[in-house]
């Protein structure tokens, strides 16, 4: 078979997603606490909406000890921060891969996502930096895109991006205490 010739159209298969992930870190993916002792979790996930429930257990057992509102914020945010880089980025191509980084502090969560850079290859001067903002109508409940960014941007604690188009890094930080968070209801 010549490097020219293509590849024949192949069935769709169903397989369950924990076939995806490797044994060593499937503790990543149980929604329990069974090695809770972490500073650090990481995860190179596969660019396609079809792994997404996969990126949910991951985020909601990052965030297994705290509380069930505390869990639900955190996975919803950092669910934004994968559909972004899928939306947005060259992770969301053929091939395409984006990573998830959860960094435990005293304090609260810190989530960061790095895709592959901007879809549309558009280049930037050496050195010059384009921060992403957030949608003013956002939150709107009639919009039909624009959320993601503008949920961190009402929700998280703080959150923020490294300004290189080539490979975003957006991050957010989400403290334990929800005391001041619009998310919380009971105050």
Same mark, same amino acid.
């Given at each position: 078979m010549s490097a020219t010739t293509p590849l024949a159209t192949l069935p769709e298969v169903t397989v369950p997603l924990g076939a995806l992930v490797p044994p060593r870190c499937r503790h990543y993916f149980t929604g329990r606490t069974d090695r809770a002792h972490y500073r650090t979790r990481r995860y190179d996930f596969i660019g396609s909406p079809r792994h997404l429930p996969l990126v949910r257990a991951f985020l909601d057992t990052c965030a297994a000890e705290r509380e069930a509102d505390y869990r639900y914020l955190?996975?919803?945010?950092?669910?934004?921060l994968a559909t972004n880089a899928l939306t947005h980025s060259r992770s969301g191509e053929r091939l395409g891969t984006y990573t998830l980084s959860c960094? $435990?502090? #005293?304090?609260?969560? %810190?989530?960061?996502?790095?895709?592959?850079?901007?879809?549309?290859? $558009?280049? #930037?001067?050496?050195? %010059?930096?384009?921060?992403?903002?957030?949608d003013p109508g956002g939150l709107d409940p009639h919009a039909e895109s624009g959320r993601g960014l503008a949920l961190l941007d009402a929700l998280a604690t703080t959150w923020g991006d490294n300004g290189q188009s080539d490979y975003r890094q957006v991050w957010f930080f989400l403290a334990y205490d929800l005391t001041d968070n619009p998310w919380n209801t009971t105050a």
């Open positions: 955190f996975t919803l945010l950092g669910s934004e960094t $435990r502090s #005293r304090d609260g969560l %810190r989530l960061t996502c790095r895709d592959q850079g901007d879809k549309h290859h $558009r280049p #930037r001067p050496l050195g %010059r930096r384009s921060y992403l903002a957030p």
